[in-house]
Every structure is written in C-alpha cells, then in structure tokens.
C-alpha cells in the first residue's frame, strides 16, 4: 500500500472514531438525561413564573435573609420526593392509587379536587405573568408603545402548548422540558452574574432572619409552598411509576431526587441575587410582573433584561406543560389507566386550562399576589398528603419489612409540622394582604 494510500486510510479511520466517539458522547448525554426525567419534570413544573416572582420579590424586598427558607425547604423537597418515590418504587402504587387503596375513595377524592383547583388558579397567574412580561419587553418594538397583546400571546403560547401536548407522547415532553429547564439555567445565571455589581452585597444578607414587615409572612409562606406543594410529590410518583422504575432503581431515584433539588436551589437562589444585588439596595420592590422588567432595565441594561426575560418565558412554558398535562395525568392515575392526551376528554381539559391563560389579559387582576396566594393554597394540602404517606410507609401490611426507619419517620413527622406551621403563616398573611 502507497504512503498516499495509508496515508487516506488513517485519516479516514480517525474521523469514522472522531464521529463515533461524538456519537458515543450524545447518545451518553441522552440516557443521562432519560434518567432524569421525572426530576426535570419536577423543575419544570416548580420553577416557573410563581417562583421567580415570589424569589425575586423577597429579593427585592428583603435581600438574602430569606436564602435560608430556601434551602431548608429544597433539602426537604430532596428527602419527600426520595420517600413518594421509594413507595412507588417498592409498591407499584403511585401516592393516589395509595390513598384511593387503603383510605378510600373520598380521601382521594379529596386530595385530587384540591390538587385540580390549586390548578386551575396557578395556570391563570402563570401565563399571566409570561403575557405581562413579553408585552413590558415588547414596548419598544411596536409603533404606538403598546407591546404585543397580552391577549394575542396569551392565545399564541397556550395555542402552541395545546398542539405539542395532544399530538405527541411524553417522552416527548420530556424532551422539551429538559431543553426548557437549561435555557432557563442559563437565562438566569446570566442575568444573575451581570446585574449583581457588588457580590459582598449578597454574600453579606445570607444570615437567617424572619424581616419584621408587611407581608414578610406571606412571602415566606409563598416561598415555602412553591418548593413544597404537595402537588409535587404525588407528581413525583406518578412519574416514577411512568418510566416503570423497579425497586433496584432506588439509586437511580435517589439520584435523580438530589439533581432536581439542587436544580429548584440553584436556579431560585439566582433569582433571588439578582433582585437582592440591584432592586433591595434601593429601595425597589416588586408588586406587579412588569416591575421586575421596569425596574431591572435602567440598572442591568436591555440585553441583560432580554435575557432576563427568555429566561422567564421558559419558566413559564416549561411550568404550563406539566399545569395543562397534570390533570389528565392524575385522573388516569386515580382511575389506573394509560394517559392518552389525544382523547376527547383530556383535550378538552387541555385546551380548558389554556383557556384559563386568558382571564387575567380579559379581565386584569395582579399576577404576582395571584400567584403568591396560589402557593400557599398548595400548602395547605402538603401536611394531609404527607401524613397519609407516612402512615403508609410504616404499615407493615403494605410495606412487609420495607417500613422505614424510626429516624425516617421523624423526620416526615418533622416536615409535617412545618408545613403546618408554614401553611398557618401563609393564611395569616393572605388575611393581612386582603
């Protein structure tokens, strides 16, 4: 064989391992994050735009001292999903095949009505919000100043949700929502790592306190309940169930618990800088979606607000998925059937919560209260839903000898009670705000 000849052959050898090797690398990344699918689900549906705007408005108004509810409140979202997912795991039940099973059908009834209205009201403050803000942004690009029709992209982001959903599967949605979730990590570490001009200003706010002022407790309450409704947990194992995980799939769950944790930690503590580094150290705050537009441009800049604002939008959609694909899925969890977004009813439901979207462009209302008071409605079901678990997980007649711990019983005894307490705080509040 010539030197020309080897020479070609070499070469071609490199390249066919340069593209198997890249292939290898994607198709890594691809079954990474197939196993992470019920967790990304989880920070899609958590991190939308009722979180940026309860992190951004403690941010504002209070600085950092509130990090620590935060924190507490996304370890205890790590130890509550790895225990709903463990049941589903070592049962084949979800947490409302449970209640409907052991409890009867008017517990679960119960728990599913609350879950649907908690629901319905979230769907209208998030797309709200999304609308608010993109016709805020939008103003400079029209020609009478207006921004785009909050009503027009009401129609606009629901009409493109409605026709993902019903025309394709979860995996899918899976899919997008991953793509979703990184665009908005990265929106927000962006804007984040531009707005804040002095990271000591921050740094500085981190030591736990409760600030003595109006509202304080409905923010907390709101905070709280963002990251610990009980909608995620019987989310949680729905979808576990759904990627038909076995018991030897604990540490698959685990693991997947502890990166959508740290996910809903890191990208709400973003938030929070970036209105803690630029808004609290003058005196701004954040009453309505638009302030955070407002109110942010003239410090951080137009692009960084246009970043800003991508990010917010990917909250919201990748939060409106898992709103207008919930109650479908916990019905045919309730009933113990397939999921089939492309039936008549669960259409229907679909294209009724995207109608929802439509109330607060019609009919005006403050999104951001909306969704503050939203959060603590979440709350308030948290406490039932984890004592119904809590029995479950230490009856030896559903669990044999899989009951857990004396120490892990405390503890879900121990975020019961703060959920309560969380959840008096945040009525208290609502009672104060109204």
Not at 412 to 421: E, G, N, S, Y
Request: hydrophobic share 55%; charged share 10%.
């Amino acid at each position: 064989m010539s030197n020309e000849n080897l020479t070609t052959t070499n070469e071609g050898v490199a390249t066919a391992g340069h593209m198997l090797a890249k292939n290898s690398l994607w198709k890594k990344i691809a079954l990474f994050l197939s196993t992470i699918g019920p967790g990304l689900f989880l920070v899609g549906y958590n991190i939308g735009t009722g979180s940026i705007t309860t992190m951004a408005s403690a941010g504002a108004s209070h600085g950092m001292i509130l990090s620590w509810a935060v924190l507490l409140s996304c370890i205890f979202t790590y130890f509550l999903i790895v225990y709903f997912g463990r049941y589903t795991l070592l049962t084949g039940e979800s947490a409302l095949q449970a209640f409907r099973k052991h409890f009867g059908r008017k517990v679960a009834l119960f728990v599913l009505s609350v879950l649907v209205f908690t629901e319905m009201v979230s769907s209208i403050g998030v797309m709200a919000i999304v609308t608010d803000v993109v016709n805020e942004w939008s103003k400079p690009l029209t020609a009478d100043g207006e921004g785009i029709s909050t009503i027009l992209l009401a129609i606009l982001f629901g009409g493109m949700l409605v026709f993902l959903l019903i025309n394709n599967r979860y995996g899918f949605i899976e899919k997008l929502l991953a793509l979703f979730v990184a665009l908005m990590g990265i929106s927000f570490l962006m804007t984040a790592t531009m707005v804040i001009p002095d990271a000591s200003v921050v740094i500085a706010g981190l030591v736990p306190s409760i600030p003595d002022t109006a509202n304080a407790g409905l923010i907390v309450a709101g905070m709280i309940g963002t990251t610990m409704g009980g909608v995620l947990y019987v989310a949680r194992s729905i979808t576990v169930k759904e990627k038909q995980w076995k018991a030897s799939d604990l540490k698959l769950e685990k693991r997947d618990a502890f990166i959508s944790s740290f996910l809903m930690f890191f990208l709400s503590l973003s938030i929070m800088a970036a209105a803690a580094g630029t808004l609290h150290p003058q005196g701004l705050h954040v009453e309505n979606a638009i302030d955070m537009i407002q109110l942010l441009e003239p410090l951080a800049g137009r692009f960084a607000i246009s970043i800003f604002v991508v990010g917010i939008v990917c909250a919201g959609l990748s939060s409106l998925f898992p709103h207008y694909m919930l109650v479908p899925l916990l019905l045919a969890d309730y009933r113990n059937k397939p999921m089939d977004l492309s039936s008549k009813t669960n259409k229907t439901i679909i294209i009724f919560y995207a109608a929802l979207g439509l109330v607060v462009p019609i009919f005006g209302g403050r999104p951001v209260l909306v969704m503050i008071i939203t959060q603590v409605f979440a709350l308030l079901i948290t406490p039932i839903i984890l004592i119904l678990m809590t029995i479950l997980q230490n009856r030896k007649s559903v669990m044999g000898d899989q009951t857990v711990s004396p120490i892990s019983t405390l503890m879900l005894v121990a975020m019961t009670l703060f959920t309560i307490f969380m959840a008096v705080v945040g009525v208290i509040g609502i009672i104060e705000a109204i």
